[in-house]
């Protein structure tokens, strides 16, 4: 029966999907790196190209811009994160407080955090007694319960580092036709860049219920703008 389903259930799966579940992965980072590492080169190579200049400038303008615009991505997305991490422990510090100054009133919001859960009566005084006899379940428990937020943050490093790698990978796609000195280096361009719009929007429906091909269709479609407005752009000049 579990073979059919996404992930099992026995005590031992579900032991160590649980030990793992307070982490948060990569897949934003990693999308908004690709997207915008693919869209902002593209729009340089488009907007170049609609000016008429040279190749030189092209890939002089495309490298700038993959070691420029990723690592000022990453660095904001490192900022970013951090921000989360200080507000956690701000929050953690506050609840530390709250429990050595008022710990009958920290009580309450944990019963009442159980309640709104379904839980009444009998059971809902034994499961916070049980909660509140361990300080760091009471905390966390606090933390997810009353401001919304995980009581295990992303590293910002990795944040930062994720970001920076899928914008390179992504970025350097519509350079490589020019890089190389491949005829009709443009028409190629767009359509590897296309490719990997589409690529990206599939890989990414496997953690989103729409289908592959849809997913697909909408980020290729989000690049294809941006690219027509910097070739747009880039025309008039």
Known sequence: MDGALEHGHSPEAIRARLASAGHRGHLRDVVYGAVDGAVTTFAIVAGVQGAGLPTAVIITLGVANILADGFSMAVGNYMGTKAEVDDVQRLRAIEERHLD?????????????????????????????????????????????????????????????????????????????????????????????????????????????????????????????????????????
Request: proline letters at 7%; a neutral charge.
């Open 101 to 237: 100054v008022d710990p009958e009133g920290e009580r309450e919001e944990v019963r009442q955090i159980l309640g709104a859960k379904g839980l009444e009566g009998r059971v809902l005084e034994e499961a916070t007694a049980a909660v509140t006899r361990r300080r760091q379940t009471w905390i966390e428990l606090m933390l997810a319960g009353e401001y919304g937020v995980s009581s295990t943050p992303p590293s910002p490093i990795r944040a930062a580092g994720a970001t920076f790698i899928a914008f390179l990978a992504a970025g350097v796609v519509p350079l490589l036709p020019f890089v190389l000195g491949l005829e009709n280096a443009f028409p190629l361009a767009i359509t590897t860049t296309g490719a990997v719009f589409f690529a990206i929007g599939s890989l990414k429906s496997r953690w989103s219920p729409a289908p592959w091909w849809r997913s697909g269709l909408e980020t290729l479609a989000i690049g294809a703008i941006a690219a027509a407005i910097a070739f747009y752009v880039g025309s008039l000049f």
